[in-house]
C-alpha cells in the first residue's frame, strides 16, 4: 500500500516536497515512481528512482527543478520539486514496481493522489 502526501498550494517559484509512505509490501524490491495528472489531461510520468537510487529519470518538463530519492530505511519515497510553475499543477501519484521503467501502465501498485496547486 502506497500513501502519498505532501500536496498543497502554492505560488509560483515555491518549493513543494511531497512523500510516499510504503507499508505492506518490501520497499526495498521496488523501483519508485511519481506521476501526475491534470484536469483534462492524461496521466504522465514525472520521475523514477531505482531501487538502491543508483538510477533516476526524469520527465523533460521538470528535470532541474524537481528532485527524485528515496529512504529504504523508512519506506519512503520523496519529490523535491523546485521552481514551480502554474502548468505543474496535478494530482501527483507515486507508484512502484519490480522492474526498471517509466511507463505507466507498467507499475504494479500505486497510491491515491496528492493535489498540487501553483498559482501564477
Known amino acids: 500500500q502506497l500513501q502519498a502526501f505532501g500536496g498543497g498550494s502554492v505560488q509560483a517559484g515555491d518549493s513543494l516536497r511531497l512523500s510516499c509512505a510504503a507499508s505492506?509490501?518490501?520497499?526495498?524490491?521496488?523501483?519508485m515512481g511519481w506521476f501526475r495528472q491534470a484536469p483534462g489531461k492524461e496521466r504522465e510520468f514525472v520521475a523514477a528512482?531505482?531501487?538502491?537510487?543508483?538510477?533516476?529519470s526524469y520527465a523533460d518538463s521538470v528535470r532541474g527543478r524537481f528532485n527524485i530519492s528515496r529512504d529504504n530505511a523508512r519506506n519512503t519515497l520523496y519529490l523535491q520539486m523546485n521552481g514551480l510553475k502554474a502548468e505543474d499543477s496535478a494530482l501527483y501519484f507515486c507508484a512502484a514496481r519490480r522492474d526498471w521503467g517509466t511507463v505507466g501502465e507498467e507499475y504494479w501498485y500505486w497510491g491515491q493522489g496528492t493535489l498540487v496547486t501553483v498559482s501564477s
Open positions: 528512482v531505482s531501487r538502491s537510487s543508483i538510477t533516476t
Open positions: 505492506e509490501l518490501t520497499f526495498s524490491l521496488y523501483h
